[in-house]
Every structure is written in structure tokens, then in C-alpha cells.
């Protein structure tokens, strides 16, 4: 019974680490097509998560964790538009370096990791109970 124990705290890791995944990429997509305020102002630049292998000494156990939420580092667009507030002195106007086509697909492969987790907990919480069942 310990090891299935182990097991959904191994997937619950994984929960947490797809939730805050999600979180990112939905404060990705809420900014996409941000630009700039004034000229030397920055907009928004796209967020990624990165995770890491993580020993649990308690249990043995190697979860997934946050690494960090960082900054996507990749060149910001820049598109003409002079009469804009936040155009520079050749009327460029930098915007953000989110594309929603990529946040959706990392969305999608956030919540199928989700999705497995729940199934590996499930199916771990449904060994554990048929086991204490058998026991009685």
C-alpha cells in the first residue's frame, strides 16, 4: 500500500506542476497582441516553465517540479505604425513575442499531462481501495 501511496503523491506532483503551466500560458494568451506604452517602454514578453526532477527523501520518490518561470528570451516583433504613442523615432512599435497558435498547443500538452496524472491517480486510489476491501 505505501508504494501506491508514493505513486499518487508522484502524479499529484504533476497536477501541480501542469496547474501552474496553465496558469502561464493563460497569462500568455491574455497579453497576446500587447504592445508597448511609450517608446522605451518593453510589452509584455511570453513566459515558459521549466521543470526538473526532484528526490523526495522521504518516500525515494523522484517528482517533477519547477525549475522556474522565466522570460522567452526570442526577439520581439516590431511592426510599422508611427502614429502610435509607443512608436520609436523610425515608427517602429515593438510588441509582445506570444503566438497563440504555440500557447494553445502547449496548452493542449499541458492539459493531456494533466489528464494522464488524474488517470494514474485514479487507478492508484482504486488498487489501494480494492486492496483494503480484500483485507477486511
Not at 500587447?34 to 523522484?62: C, I, M, S
Not at 526570442?74 to 509607443?86: I, M, N, V
Amino acid at each position: 500500500m505505501d508504494e501506491l501511496t508514493k505513486t499518487a503523491d508522484i502524479a499529484a506532483s504533476g497536477m501541480k506542476a501542469q496547474s501552474l503551466r496553465i496558469r502561464v500560458i493563460s497569462e500568455n494568451m491574455a497579453n497576446a497582441g500587447t504592445t508597448a506604452t511609450t517608446p522605451n517602454d518593453q510589452p509584455y514578453r511570453r513566459k515558459l516553465v521549466t521543470f526538473k526532477a526532484e528526490l523526495d527523501r522521504a518516500t525515494g520518490a523522484h517528482k517533477v517540479a519547477i525549475n522556474r518561470v522565466g522570460n522567452d528570451k526570442s526577439e520581439l516583433p516590431k511592426k510599422f505604425d508611427p502614429g502610435h504613442p509607443a512608436a520609436d523615432a523610425n515608427g517602429y512599435v515593438a510588441s509582445t513575442n506570444v503566438n497563440s497558435l504555440i500557447e494553445v498547443m502547449d496548452m493542449r500538452e499541458a492539459q493531456r499531462s494533466y489528464e494522464a496524472n488524474i488517470g494514474v491517480l485514479t487507478t492508484s486510489q482504486g488498487m489501494l481501495s480494492r486492496t483494503i476491501d480484500l483485507l477486511r
